[in-house]
């Protein structure tokens, strides 16, 4: 099935989408998150999207603003693709190759869960950047509680997949990694999600012999294609993913894990660093990225122009003074 959560006569609502757009509102739902929250896991979604059937249908997709899927209590972020590393580090670092140590695990940071935007809602230059990049990526969606899964174990607690564009200032970050920390502000205006959840079952059929789902992806900027991959071309699989965020901890429903930007364009970064010049160029306000992903849908948002940031002082250089 595919979920999706929308606005609609200034009422948020929860359905399931048909084939041709309609949305089936859920009973008693306005939330997906708590709809998962509330489950256990994917039989407990499927049923309560089979409740669709007992009540009219509602609006169809296209007269209804479509809202994130849900609103994940925690987004994690890895970076799974080797081909995206190689390229991004080139252009942001100015360094080639991969770190050895990125072949050790799927590595990834938290970013802000309150970024979280829509399908088609426009998307703000963030205050002080001048360097805005997307970046194409798929999530996967927490269903069920877990800590310490085997990657086994951890397929029974993924729900779902949907599209993640991991919006990028890539000028803000550069900076501040220089720091040894990972990405903050260039990474916290906004994050894409959508257009739809859709269940985990429903992409079984693109399952390759090693585990990995076979999907297309593309990414386009006014129009142009500028990025092709397939999702199948990740390092490791979205259960290994999450049995690695499960370790020592735990995963809960509604957490969403991004399976970091796909190759071969899935960002500007990675094409600047091939190319050795700032092209395509940056975002700048106007600008649409359209990111489709199969089997689960497409979004597209615009660039708007941002805020400008509240000015701060450097840092005090202090005396180091003991008591």
């Given at each position: 099935m595919r979920f999706a959560a929308y606005e609609h006569e200034q009422q948020h609502r929860v359905a399931v989408v048909e084939e041709d757009g309609t949305l089936h509102p859920v009973p008693g739902a306005c939330s997906l998150t708590e709809l998962i929250r509330c489950?256990?896991?994917?039989?407990?979604?499927?049923?309560?999207?089979?409740?669709?059937?007992?009540?009219?249908?509602?609006?169809?997709?296209?007269?209804?603003r479509l809202l994130p899927p849900l609103q994940p209590p925690t987004v994690r972020d890895f970076v799974t693709f080797e081909e995206h590393v190689e390229g991004v580090r080139r252009s942001v670092d100015g360094v080639g190759g991969v770190p050895e140590a990125w072949y050790d695990a799927p590595t990834f940071y938290f970013t802000n869960p309150y970024a979280v935007i829509g399908a088609h809602d426009d998307v703000p230059v963030p205050?002080?950047?001048?360097v805005l990049d997307?970046?194409?990526?798929?999530?996967?969606?927490?269903?069920?509680?877990?800590?310490?899964?085997?990657?086994?174990?951890?397929?029974?607690?993924?729900?779902?997949?949907?599209?993640?564009?991991?919006?990028?200032?890539?000028?803000?970050?550069?900076?501040?990694?220089?720091?040894?920390?990972?990405?903050?502000?260039?990474k916290d205006t906004a994050a894409t999600?959508?257009?739809?959840?859709?269940?985990?079952?429903?992409?079984?059929?693109y399952r390759d012999t090693d585990g990995f789902l076979r999907l297309a992806l593309t990414a386009s900027v006014n129009g142009e294609v500028v990025g092709k991959d397939l999702l199948s071309n990740m390092s490791w699989t979205f259960e290994e993913m999450v049995a690695y965020a499960s370790r020592g901890t735990v995963v809960r429903p509604g957490d969403v894990l991004g399976s970091g930007t796909c190759g071969n364009g899935g960002c500007l970064a990675e094409l600047w660093g091939v190319r050795g010049e700032q092209s395509p160029p940056p975002l700048k306000p106007g600008d649409t990225v359209t990111l489709t992903v199969e089997g689960i849908g497409t979004v597209s948002n615009t660039v708007v122009a941002g805020r400008n940031p509240q000015p701060l002082p450097t840092a005090r250089r202090r005396s180091r003074e003991r008591p």
């Open positions: 489950g256990d896991g994917l039989d407990a979604l499927l049923r309560a999207g089979a409740a669709t059937l007992d009540v009219p249908p509602g609006p169809h997709v296209s007269e209804v205050p002080g950047s001048e997307f970046e194409l990526e798929v999530a996967a969606v927490i269903g069920r509680e877990g800590r310490d899964l085997t990657p086994q174990q951890a397929r029974d607690h993924i729900i779902g997949y949907t599209v993640f564009n991991d919006w990028s200032a890539r000028d803000l970050q550069s900076r501040e990694m220089q720091v040894r920390l990972g990405p903050c502000k260039g999600l959508g257009p739809y959840l859709v269940t985990a079952d429903e992409l079984e059929p």
